[in-house]
């Protein structure tokens, strides 16, 4: 296997039906547009509307009498969420047995359900973490708010941290902490481009110019993209141009439509 994502797919509620949501889901669908064996870790209930579009991942589903079910409400470049239902957490005792070893992992929560001690459970991979759904916790009426994490430090065993300047609440004061306790992190600034920091080095890398018609899954796609192109070339800036490339076209259509291909990809990079 050469990608695993683990995290949960979701029903991301919209006016005309569910759509498909989840750092998982958009994960594993460009991984395989980008010709990589690809498997997802997950938990959904048996309401899931979309297993056909993930046909071609190997799914290694934990049960659950539930889906994980947000509503999404996007005012400007800001959202509002709500979480409406949560599925099965990903712990070291009900993960999957039967997995083949793969090259990379990428750890995507949307509702703080994965235990962190899955990491120690693939020595040999490059593994990337997303913080954001370890970031988020939720009121008794499902409305989602951010959380200051007080340790960084358990993600550590991650090879590298991606992340957004909304993720942190826009602390940069916290950026070189991180930096230095990470191999890689990379902070992402919508239009303005991302920031990775690599063996005391910083680079900046702008955004490409792009009309945004639907943001969802754009930090999914910058993430896997930059995991599996890192991954590729063992270039920190070729990593982060080839992932704002993949961003840029992700929000250019609506939903999973924007996943782009590698041509699409290389295309925007003007190759």
């Not at 939903?255 to 290389?266: A, C, N, Q, W």
């Amino acid at each position: 296997m050469d990608f695993l994502t683990i995290g949960h797919i979701c029903h991301d509620w919209s006016p005309n039906g569910n759509i498909l949501g989840g750092t998982s889901a958009y994960a594993a669908l460009l991984a395989h547009k980008l010709g990589l064996r690809t498997s997802i870790v997950t938990s959904f209930g048996k309401d899931f509307e979309f297993l056909d579009i993930l046909k071609n991942s190997s799914l290694y589903p934990i049960s659950s009498s539930s889906t994980t079910y947000f509503k999404n409400i996007y005012q400007g470049s800001s959202r509002k969420q709500l979480l409406l239902e949560k599925a099965t957490n990903i712990s070291i005792s009900n993960f999957p047995k039967n997995i083949p070893n793969p090259k990379m992992v990428l750890l995507g929560p949307i509702a703080n359900e994965i235990d962190l001690d899955i990491l120690d459970l693939f020595p040999d991979a490059l593994i990337a973490v997303c913080p954001q759904g370890w970031m988020r916790r939720w009121n008794k009426e499902g409305e989602v708010y951010p959380i200051k994490l007080e340790d960084w430090s358990i993600f550590q065993k991650a090879d590298m941290v991606i992340l957004s300047d909304e993720d942190l609440n826009h602390q940069l004061d916290l950026i070189p902490h991180l930096a230095n306790l990470f191999k890689i992190l990379v902070v992402t600034k919508a239009e303005n481009g991302a920031d990775v920091f690599y063996k005391n080095n910083k680079y900046t890398l702008p955004a490409f110019p792009t009309k945004i018609i639907d943001p969802t899954g754009a930090g999914d796609i910058f993430a896997t993209s930059f995991l599996i192109h890192f991954y590729e070339t063992k270039n920190v800036e070729e990593a982060a141009i080839f992932a704002n490339a993949a961003a840029s076209l992700c929000i250019e259509l609506k939903g999973i439509s924007g996943i782009p291909s590698r041509e699409e990809i290389l295309e925007r990079k003007g190759e």
